[in-house]
């Protein structure tokens, strides 16, 4: 039988806390499109969490999330700048260019899918003309697809002279749970100048559903058009807030990020190929050729190759001590 366990943080069930919140939920009469005391209750949770007041809004996944936030920033003849394999850049099949109408990206580089400083201010740099897409936003990802955790300081080092010349910042946090695990600083996002955050909820351990905390007041107005017209505004909402409620009222998110991080630094630990990036997330990024990895799937267990060519092992909150040490036994043979 084919094993799922570590092929992504997507493959893991849905946390009993989150199920439990839509059992909750799936009783008597509420108001439709989000105006229901679920959604309220929710969202209240987030900005509690954030330490800040927003308006915050529910939505199916992090694609429809990034792709509306970045056309909410830009003009169709803007872009956004992004790191070069941030998941915005190449694996959400053009959407931020189609909700935007044709806005372009800017890929960057930099290590463990952190944007190098010098590159951002390199793109900052260029006059605008006419024959370019300038750009207009900043797209950061915490932690990033290779699990790496931006400090505030770091994050601030992009945002301070991307908000000088008149960026807007989004802020992807498909795995925010994990980098707040890690120790980055939730509270701290209300003083760094981003415009808009999108907090995961499916990588969490959730049912479909992420929220975008719009911190920039200014963009309020007509939001809820934008997702009617994208398809985002559901009737029964409450359904997309509700695993949200049964995630963050006893603090389950973060102590199943928390576990998440911990069952990768167990198996870092015992990995017998070399890591590629630091483990400071939920993800470990090692070094193996593909007979080795065929062999791994022969013997049972997915594992897919990433964009730097590292294979690629997520570990979530329904990870298991036990699955480590059966993956670490056989990684131990093909080795």
Known sequence: MTRYDFTSDNTAPAAPEAIQALV?????????????????????????????DADVR???????????????????????????????????????????????VIPLPGASGRIDVAALAEVLRQPEQAHVQSPAALSLTNATEYGAVYSAEALG?????????GLGIHLDGARLGNAAAAGFDLKAIKTLGVDLLVMGGTKAGMTPTEAIVILNPKL?????????????????GRFYAAPFLGMLQDGALLRHAAHANAMARRLAEVMPFKLNHPVESNGVFVEMDEPARLRLQSAGWMANRFLDGSVRFMCSWATTAESVDELAQALSVIW
Do not use: M, W
């Open 58 to 104: 529910f939505v199916a996944s992090g694609t429809a999330a990034n792709a509306i936030c970045t056309a909410t920033l830009c003009r169709p003849f803007e872009s956004v700048v992004a790191h070069r394999h941030a998941h915005l850049t190449v694996d959400e099949t053009g959407a931020p260019g189609h909700f935007g109408q044709g806005l372009g």
């Open 157 to 165: 080092a992009l945002i301070g002279p991307s908000k000088a010349k």
């Open 220 to 236: 309020s107005p007509r939001f809820g058009a934008r997702l009617k017209q994208s398809g985002q505004l559901p009737s029964k």
């Open 24 to 52: 909750a939920a799936n009783t008597g009469f509420q108001a439709s499109y989000g105006g229901d005391t679920i959604t309220a209750k929710a969202a209240e949770l987030i900005c509690a969490l954030l330490d800040t």
